[in-house]
């Protein structure tokens, strides 16, 4: 079955901090790859996007993601934490073009200490 | 340019009523997908249109139905409704091949 693994509930990294959230998928073939935030009350915001061609994507807010065929993994990074990042991190991917359904993770709270 | 809007915002009904979610895209995009998501999980989806007919379906019973109109705004229907389906339905829209711009969601609460 096709899944989005999110492995960690909740990750706290100090304001100023490199921080990362994981995020590994189980989709055959080449899926499109994306991370969207969430703040309470609001809709999804989308971040970044994986299609094809350098593996590290870069995406609003100085957000990046790195992609790693072997590992299927796509993990949100961002170098230098900021206390307003605090928010629901949501991965997903879009198993096949054609299939235009996207599948999500269950999320990662992050949590920017000041 | 707004970008999707859901109405209404929050809806309280109780088991066995029915209930109509109202969405409209984005300026330009022309396929609404609707997304159902539980309290503490991701987006589950639900079902995709498209030239007003539904083109995919996740795994959500016949209860869940929609409709797409020529100004490709869109309606979520769900009949019987059961306590489960609390959640926040999510609107996005899109071009048919296109990344999905999310609404703000409404938040359905079944008593």
């Known amino acids: 079955a096709q899944s989005v693994a999110q492995p960690e509930d909740q990750v706290n990294v100090a304001e100023g901090n490199p921080l990362t959230v994981k995020c590994t998928y189980s989709?055959?073939?080449?899926?499109?790859l994306f991370w969207y935030v969430q703040y309470p009350n609001r809709g999804l915001q989308f971040l970044l996007k994986y299609i094809t061609g350098d593996n590290l994507v870069k995406g609003s807010y100085g957000f990046e993601a790195e992609f790693n065929k072997s590992q299927t993994s796509f993990h949100l990074k961002k170098p230098s934490a900021l206390v307003s990042d605090s928010a629901l991190y949501f991965c997903a991917v879009s198993p096949t073009s054609g299939t235009y359904k996207y599948i999500f993770g269950t999320g990662t709270r992050l949590k920017v200490l000041a | 340019d707004a970008g999707v809007t859901q109405s209404p915002t929050h809806l309280i009904k109780t088991r066995g009523q029915q209930v109509t979610l109202r969405c409209s895209p984005k300026?330009?995009?022309?396929?609404v997908s609707w997304y159902q998501q539980a309290l503490g999980q991701g987006p589950q989806f639900i079902f995709q249109?498209?030239?007003?007919?539904?083109?995919q379906r996740g795994n959500f019973p016949d209860r869940f139905s929609g409709h797409q109109f020529p100004n490709y705004s869109s309606e979520l229907n769900v009949n019987a409704l059961l306590l489960g389906d609390s959640a926040l339905y999510l609107c996005a829209s899109s071009l048919l091949a296109g990344d999905q711009f999310f609404g703000p969601g409404t938040r359905l609460t079944v008593l």
């Open positions: 300026s330009g995009h022309d396929t």
């Open positions: 249109y498209y030239e007003e007919e539904e083109r």
């Open positions: 989709v055959s073939g080449n899926p499109y």
